[in-house]
């Protein structure tokens, strides 16, 4: 009797074990015996999943599925820069490896060389399991930098691991490659568009369309794991895109991670954002310090300005170059900056409505034309450009471009303003008024030989400033402004002290960037670049000291 009812007991154990396994929905994790990180020596990795699962996993950052490396063992995890290059010996990424096309058509790119040594590496292990009633579980990726200790060009960086299906990137729809090959096109096509800034390339195509699925772990520059994150990755810029590397889009969505944000503070300032850049200095390709120097210069002004945290970033394990984290200015942005409801945002960007409604393009517009056309020494007049702009902003952000000798392609392209929809009580920012943004001064600023440069005759092309010129109150505020940043903001010493450390510092990362693209260190390129920057704000204030060019801005 007691025999039978402890047999009972084991059967009812047994069902309802099995029962509960029935139930079972594969959600448990994925176990790594060691977590995401720099390891001084080598190791093995260990991968647990439940009973009867099997495991599977890649190393070359696709998505693991069955037809991946099953796995039967430890993994042996040791300094991947051992083994050999791939995604980094792609020629088909720019058309500065056809050197002797670029000398025919556009002499002005730069030349580039796919490495001739072993570049640096790191592992990404992307795993899943499936069990035995084949449900899959979540990926679980993981980034191991073995031997970084001795490895130079990384002090004080925080590193970026991205991890992309390489047909994502590199395949016929790859966002990083010509798409049609470049053999393929003919004399008239090479010829065309600056041989190839704009060339209808996988890489210049924009839009979600050509968004792609990665996911990325941040590691901050005491090399702690900050955050893993899967998210949407776009090529960014305009025609830096045809450059390497290329500066690129990172978007939060609910609808790849359940997540709204990274959910890190990356520049101290409590942001966290839902986009972020990681910008590889544009147009800048000798110093990459532009834009940086000037939000460093720029923080307490009245205009947007984004921060800047230097990075170097790993594609699929391989070492892809040195570049800054930054904000991406879009309507989360302008919500946190400035206490504002972000659904009340509208933002324009390079002549289109970057936040909001098409057809609120028309404000924009408005707003211009009256500014352009309207008497501005009628003070009703001033006064309602007031009452549609934050003249304060407009002129603090038009006495930096002035200073900085902002040329070429601004105003025309390269600007941003926003405004909120309607106005509102009680909020500071909330008023309906245009404010401007400033980004891009990698181009056309900033050097020995526009230390010179009469900015105050080529603002006088710029219709906006123009008219508002004719003001008797604005010249005075802006001339108040102009001369500010001459004593303060713009003293060269100081400028001189910030360049010197960024020199120092930078010079290791630099050496290595530019030894993976181009072939050579490129030093020289470096120090000309910084030697520039600092002889333009050493002798541009001789501009405005100079008595007949006072008197020009006060009398035009």
Not at 127 to 144: E, F, K, Q
Not at 255 to 284: K, P, Q, R, V
Not at 511 to 529: A, C, I, S, V
Request: hydrophobic share 35%.
């Amino acid at each position: 009797m007691n025999r039978r009812i402890v047999n009972n007991g084991i059967l009812v154990i047994l069902v309802l074990a099995l029962f509960l396994l029935f139930l079972y929905d594969g959600s448990e994790e994925l176990v790594f015996s060691e977590e995401a990180g720099f390891y001084d020596e080598p190791f093995y990795l260990t991968i647990k999943a439940p009973l009867g699962a099997k495991i599977y996993y890649t190393l070359d950052g696709s998505d693991p599925d069955e037809n991946s490396i099953l796995y039967k063992g430890a993994i042996y995890i040791d300094d991947a820069s051992a083994h050999d290059n791939t995604y980094s010996m792609r020629t088909d990424v720019a058309l500065g490896f056809y050197e002797e096309d670029l000398q025919n058509y556009n002499p002005d790119m730069p030349h580039y060389e796919a490495p001739d040594y072993l570049i640096d590496k790191c592992t990404v292990v992307r795993a899943i399991y499936i069990d035995m009633w084949g449900h899959c579980s979540g990926v679980r990726t993981a980034t191991y930098f073995v031997g970084f200790q001795n490895k130079e060009g990384y002090e004080d960086l925080s590193f970026l691991s991205i991890a992309c299906d390489p047909e994502d990137l590199f395949g016929e729809k790859g966002i990083f490659v010509f798409g049609v090959p470049y053999e393929e096109r003919d004399e008239e096509d090479k010829e065309n568009e600056l041989m190839g800034r704009y060339w209808e390339t996988n890489y210049n195509y924009r839009g979600k369309e050509w968004e792609r699925i990665s996911t990325v772990q941040y590691f901050d520059s005491d090399r702690e794991a900050a955050f893993t994150q899967i998210c949407g990755v776009r090529i960014q810029g305009d025609g830096s895109r045809a450059r390497i590397p290329r500066s690129l889009n990172f978007y939060v969505r609910e609808e790849y991670s359940g997540n709204n944000s990274f959910g890190y503070d990356f520049w101290g300032t409590g942001y966290h954002a839902d986009a972020i850049t990681l910008f590889a200095g544009g147009d800048d390709v000798e110093t990459k310090y532009k834009d940086a120097l000037m939000s460093e210069l720029l923080e307490d002004r009245d205009f947007a300005l984004m921060h800047y945290v230097p990075c170097v970033a790993f594609i699929n394990g391989e070492y892809w170059g040195l570049y800054w984290i930054t904000e991406k200015f879009d309507a989360s942005y302008l919500s946190y900056y400035y206490d504002v409801p972000a659904q009340q945002v509208i933002m324009v960007k390079n002549g289109t409505i970057a936040e909001g409604d098409t057809d609120e393009y028309s404000l924009y517009e408005d707003m211009c034309d009256f500014i352009k056309s309207a008497d501005m020494t009628d003070e009703d007049n001033y006064v309602r450009a007031c009452d549609m702009v934050d003249m304060q902003s407009f002129i603090e952000y038009n006495a930096v471009m002035m200073y900085i000798a902002r040329n070429e392609d601004w105003p025309g392209a390269n600007y941003a303003l926003w405004r909120t929809r309607r106005a509102a009580d009680g909020t500071e920012y909330c008023d309906a008024k245009w404010r401007w943004m400033f980004f891009d001064v990698n181009s056309a600023c900033m050097t020995d030989d526009l230390a010179d440069f009469d900015s105050m005759e080529f603002f006088m092309n710029y219709d906006m400033f123009a008219s508002l010129w004719e003001n008797e109150g604005f010249r005075e505020s802006f001339v108040e402004e102009y001369k500010e940043l001459t004593d303060t903001v713009f003293e060269p010493e100081l400028i001189d002290e910030k360049i010197e450390a960024y020199r120092k510092r930078m010079q290791e990362p630099m050496e290595k960037n530019n030894l993976r693209f181009f072939g050579t260190d490129r030093m020289d390129l470096y120090n000309d670049g910084l030697d520039s920057i600092e002889y333009f704000f050493d002798n541009r204030a001789d501009m405005f000291d100079d008595t007949t060019v006072k008197d020009q801005l006060w009398e035009r």
